[in-house]
């Protein structure tokens, strides 16, 4: 699911985002609560219509705010108390009304709020986020008001694998329309999200969407794909192709590199995408190298198409139960992982 953080996934029109294959977006209710503020979305007629997009829409709580803006926040079990990075203006957010913004927002796929706690933390503070996860998803399921949006649960419990395990059978227990792998891809290394992912999915309902939260890599996607989870989001594809760099076949080329200068050969010959199909990689070098906009704009076209067909062929391999065999190499463990916690370690 590419991210449009303030109904919009930068440098791309709707139409162009459609046909990259994406079938799902993702919105940020902090964000959109500040500017331009759920009361406008909701005269607009909800975001589809406000951002003119036909696919479904997942919005996110705020609650990864509650870790990536630390320094400007204060945490009770009431909610969280917000510093406006825009205006200094004092924001609380608490469980319902996170579910009432994202009920005006109007998506299709709305999250639970709750706490990420960041890595490394102890154990501690890990299990007083988790806990406090869990009574404010209560609070969340009594304020949801909306029966035509799916509400998601949200597994938090750090890298210690019992409080992860734990979390996802109480969840479990709620009966939701579906439920999320949250507090990962927040700074720890590869192979603790890989341990993580599979000592947890497997106990969330198999028969129910299951999200990893903030995942987006080739190898960190088929891996959580072969522990049971359906759903990603990342900003990975556009955050890449606004640094220049392109996505070609499990590789990261730098498009601003002085190899491709006279490189008249497409990003991928094999690539549908509008990018691929209409220009070449010295035309691409050429635009990034003057900073012109449009070259931001081909390669996130380019990125998000490859990693939508990426796991495009996963779900046809799997079908055709060659999964194993074909992404053999993106199925191999990362490097071993330290730091694991488990009942009485970090």
């Known amino acids: 699911m590419p991210v449009g953080t303030l109904a919009n ?41 406000f951002m003119n997009w036909n696919g479904p829409i997942l919005t996110d709580s705020g609650g990864f705010q509650v870790f990536s803006l630390s320094e400007l ?48 933390a102890s154990r501690e503070a890990v299990l007083a986020a988790t806990q406090r996860t869990y009574r404010w998803l209560e609070r969340c399921i009594a304020a949801h008001s909306r029966p035509d949006q799916a509400l998601f649960g949200i597994v938090q419990g750090g890298v210690y694998l019992d409080l992860r395990q734990q979390a996802a059978r109480e969840l479990a227990e709620f009966d939701l329309p579906g439920y999320a792998i949250g507090g990962v891809s927040v700074g720890e290394p590869a192979a603790l999200i890989e341990k993580i992912v599979h000592a947890t999915t497997p106990l969330l309902p198999d028969h129910k969407p299951r999200y990893l939260m903030g995942v987006g890599t080739y190898q960190e996607m088929a891996q959580a794909i072969a522990a049971g989870i359906d759903l990603f989001d990342c900003v990975i594809p556009t955050r890449l192709a606004r640094h220049g760099s392109a996505l070609v076949r499990g590789e990261r080329w730098n498009l601003k590199n002085a190899r491709f200068k006279a490189d008249f050969a497409p990003l991928d010959a094999d690539c549908p995408c509008y990018a691929c199909q209409n220009f070449s990689r010295a035309y691409i070098t050429h635009l990034l190298r003057s900073q012109e906009i449009l070259g931001y704009t081909l390669l996130s076209i380019h990125n998000i198409t490859e990693l939508v067909r990426f796991t495009q062929r996963i779900r046809a391999a799997i079908l055709a139960d060659r999964f194993v065999e074909d992404f053999d190499k993106w199925l191999q463990p990362s490097l071993p992982a330290s730091g694991i916690g488990t009942s009485g370690s970090h």
Do not use: W
């Not at 709707?14 to 799902?24: E, F, H, I, S, V």
């Open 9 to 49: 996934v930068k440098t791309l029109t709707p139409a162009q985002l459609q046909d990259t294959g994406a079938q799902m977006v993702l919105a940020n209710t902090y964000h959109l609560h500040l500017q331009p503020g759920e009361d406008i979305v909701q005269q607009a007629g909800g975001l589809h219509r």
């Open 73 to 120: 926040r204060s945490i009770s079990d009431e909610g969280v108390t917000f510093r406006s990075p825009r205006d200094g203006q004092f924001i609380h957010l608490t469980p319902e009304r996170s579910i009432q913004i994202q009920n005006a927002l109007g998506a299709d796929v709305i999250m639970a709020f709750d706490e990420c706690p960041p890595y490394p």
